[in-house]
C-alpha cells in the first residue's frame, strides 16, 4: 500500500456493555473500556470468558444489552450493524469464500464498495505483495495450507483499510512453529499500519508479546486492564497471576517489616499482616549458598532445558516452587540453597 | 478380506436376477411399443408409426408437463432458496417447526393434499381450471426437497460464519446472499432442482385430482393412453416417458456421485 497514507486507527470506547443471550446465558457483565487509536489490546482468558463475545459486541455482529454503548472516536455506533462499522475481520475458521480465488477473496471488500474490477484486483495484489502470498493469488481456497489460509484471512481484512481490525484467535488453528512466525509478523504488520488492533487470545504468550495492553477477562468481567510488564509482574489477584504464565507463591506473615514463612524470612515494606503471601516469577529469582539469604530450601529436581535449568524447590512446610538457573549451576536434588529476591519484582497479597 | 469365488458368483447371480426382474417388464413394454402388432410379436415388424401417432396424440400434454415442471422449478427456486438460507441462519425450535410444517406434503398422500386444495381453491372457477391449479399443488409437494437440499449444503459450509466474513468486509445482507449464499449452496440448489424437476414431470397422485381435461399431464395422459388406446400407442407412451425421465435420474446420480467424492477428499 505505496499510493495512500497509512490508516490510523479509530478511538474505541465501550461503556456499560453486556451481553445476555437469549437462553438466558449471561455472557457479559457491563463493561467499560477505552482503547486509544494505533493501540493493539488484547482481550486474554480462559474458554468461555467472554471474549468472543466482547469482540462481536466491537464488531457490530452482537449488539449489547440495553444501556450498553459502542464508541468509534467518540460517535455512536451501536446500531450501526457490522457492514456499516469499517472493521475488518479476521475469524478463527478464516471464513474464506470456496467460490472465490485467493485474489478475488481479498478484492471483495472493495467489490462492495463498487470499485471498478481492474483497480480492486491491482489493490489486491499490492496486499497480497505486502503478506508476500502473491505467489498464491489465482489459487482456490480449498488448495491453500493453513498458514496460507490465515494470512489470506488477513489480506482480506486490511485489504479495505479499515480503522480497527478485530483478530479472534487467528493462530489457534496452526501449529506452534508457525504461530511464533506468524505472530512476530502480525506484530510488524500492527505497529507498521498504525491501526486499531483488538486480538482475542486465551495463549498468554502471544498476549505479552503482542499487547500494547492486555485485558484479562474471567467470567464475563475485567480481571485486570494493564501493560504486558504489569500483567506479568504486577498481577491483581490470584486469578491473573496464575492465567499469566507460572507462579511462585509463599504463605506466611508480615511481622515488622518482615515476611515470615517456613523457609525463612526477608524485608518487605508495609504494614503487620497475620496473613500474606508472596507471588513471584520463576525467572525472577536468584539462587545463592544456603547460609547466604534468609530463604532456605531443598532442590527437589532439576530439568536441563539448553539455555537454562528449571529447579523444583521444597520448603520445610512442603510448600513447593520453581526457579530457573543458569545452563551451568551445579544443582544436586538434596541439597540446600538459598534464594534471592528481588523486591522490585514480587507482589505481597 | 479374501472373497471366495463361490460366494461371489452366487452374489452376482442374485444381483442379476434382481435386475432382469425389473427390466424385463420394462424391456418388454418398450418393445411393445416399437413392434407393429405386439399380438403378433417381433415377427411383425418394427416401427416408429406408434411413436409418432402419440406424438400427434399427446404432443400438447407432453409439452404442458416440461412446461409445467420448468414453473415448479421456478417457483420453488424463488421460494425454497431464500426460504433455506432463513432457516439455515437462525436454528432454532421455530426454524425446525417451520421445517417440519413445509415438509408435511411429502407424508400425506397426494389424493388427500389435492382434496384439500379442491375444497380451499377449486371453488374459484378461473384458477381451478387452469395448469396453475396443477402448479400449485406441484410447488407444495416438491418444495421440501429444494428446502432441504438448500438448507443441507449451507450447513455443511457454515453459512453463517461465511456470511459475517462478508458483513466484515462491508457487504449488505443482498449482496452477501447473491454474491456468497447462492454460488457456495450451488450444488445442493443443483441436485434440489434436478429433483423438483423429476417428481413434477412424474407426479401422478395429485395431478389426477388436479387435473381437467384440459390440463393433462403427462403422467395423467399415460393413464389415459393405457384405459382408452390400444397397447402399442400406450406402450410408445411408455417409451416417451422413458425417454424424457431416465436422462433426469441419471443426472441425479452423477450430481450425488460427484458429492461424495468431494467428501471423500
Ligand atoms: N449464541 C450464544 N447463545 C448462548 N450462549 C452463548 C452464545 N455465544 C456464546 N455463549 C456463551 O457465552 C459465554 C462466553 O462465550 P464466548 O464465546 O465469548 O467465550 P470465549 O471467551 O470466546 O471462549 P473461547 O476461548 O472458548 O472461544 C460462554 O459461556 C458461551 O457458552
Ligand atoms: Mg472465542
Known sequence: MTDTPAPTGAAITLSGCGKTFPDGTCALEPLDLQITPGETIVLLGPSGCGKTTTLRIIAGLESPDAGGKVLFDGQDVTQLPIEKRNVGMVFQSYALFPNMSVIENVAYGLRVRG?????????????LEMMRIDQLAERRIDQLSGGQRQRVALARALAVRPRVILLDEPLTALDAALRDHLRAEIDGLLRRLAITAIYVTHDQAEALALGDRIVVMRHGAIAQIGSPRDIYFRPADDFVASFVGVTNRLEGAVRGGRFETAAGSIAVAGPDRATA???????????????????????????????????????????????EAAADAVLVVGDDVGLVLDPARFVLV | MQRSPLVFALQLLVTLLAAAFLVVPAAQSILAGLTVNYFQGLRSGLTLDWVA?????????????????LATLGVTLLIGVPAGWALARKPGRLSRLVEEVVTLPVAIPGLALALGLILAYGGIREFRASVAFILVGHVLYTLPFMLRSVMAVLAAIDVRTLEEGAASLG??????????????????????????????????????????????????????????????????????????????????????????AKKRK
Request: glycine share 8%; aromatic share 8%; with cysteine.
Open chain 2, 171 to 260: 457487504a449488505s445482507p443482498w449482496q452477501r446472499f447473491i454474491q456468497v449464499v447462492v454460488p457456495n449452496a450451488r450444488p445442493g440448489i443443483l441436485a434440489g432442482s434436478l429433483m423438483v424437476v423429476t417428481l413434477s414431470i412424474g407426479e401422478f397422485n395429485l395431478t389426477w385430482m388436479l387435473h381437467t381435461p384440459l390440463t393433462q399431464t403427462l403422467p395423467v395422459g399415460l393413464a389415459d393412453s393405457y384405459a382408452s388406446m390400444r397397447l402399442e400407442i400406450a406402450s410408445a407412451y411408455t417409451l416417451v416417458f422413458f425417454l424424457m425421465i431416465v436422462p433426469l435420474l441419471i443426472a441425479i446420480q452423477i450430481m450425488g456421485g460427484e458429492k461424495r
Open chain 1, 277 to 323: 503471601s508472596l507471588a513471584f516469577r520463576p525467572e525472577t529469582a536468584v539462587l545463592c549458598g544456603a547460609g547466604d539469604s534468609g530463604l532456605r530450601f531443598r532442590v527437589e529436581q532439576v530439568h536441563f532445558q539448553g539455555a537454562r535449568q528449571r529447579v523444583q524447590l521444597g520448603a520445610a512446610d512442603g510448600g513447593r516452587l520453581v526457579v
Open chain 2, 53 to 69: 401417432q402419440v406424438w400427434g396424440l399427446y404432443a400438447p400434454t407432453i409439452l404442458r408437463s416440461i412446461l409445467l415442471a
Open chain 1, 115 to 127: 470499485v471498478a474490477k481492474k483497480e480492486r484486483l491491482a489493490r489486491a495484489a499490492e496486499v
